[in-house]
């Protein structure tokens, strides 16, 4: 393994905080709320065959698009 360069890693206790662990459960708590089931895959289920990597690029691309649209759906009835 070879090391580029001198930078060191903070240590964890440095990173670990109350504040930080609140934070990270409200995020997976929100998370959890929009894609329950731990489901986070935008493109449904098949097989697909594309005759080029455009046409694969693009599916891929309407797909996440109408998967976000659902979640911020669902963001929008969540908040008052």
């Known amino acids: 393994m070879r090391t580029v360069g001198k930078r060191a890693e903070p240590a ?11 934070r990270a459960t409200a995020f ?4 959890q709320s929009v894609m329950p089931y731990g489901r986070t895959g935008c493109i449904p289920k098949g097989i697909y065959r594309f005759k080029t990597h455009e046409e694969a690029n ?8 109408r998967h976000m649209a ?5 963001i929008n009835r969540m908040s008052p």
């Open 28 to 31: 997976n708590e929100m998370m």
């Open 58 to 65: 693009l599916h891929q691309d309407e797909c996440l698009a």
């Open 70 to 74: 659902k979640i911020e759906i669902k």
């Open 12 to 22: 964890l206790q440095a990173l670990a905080s109350g504040e930080a662990l609140i």
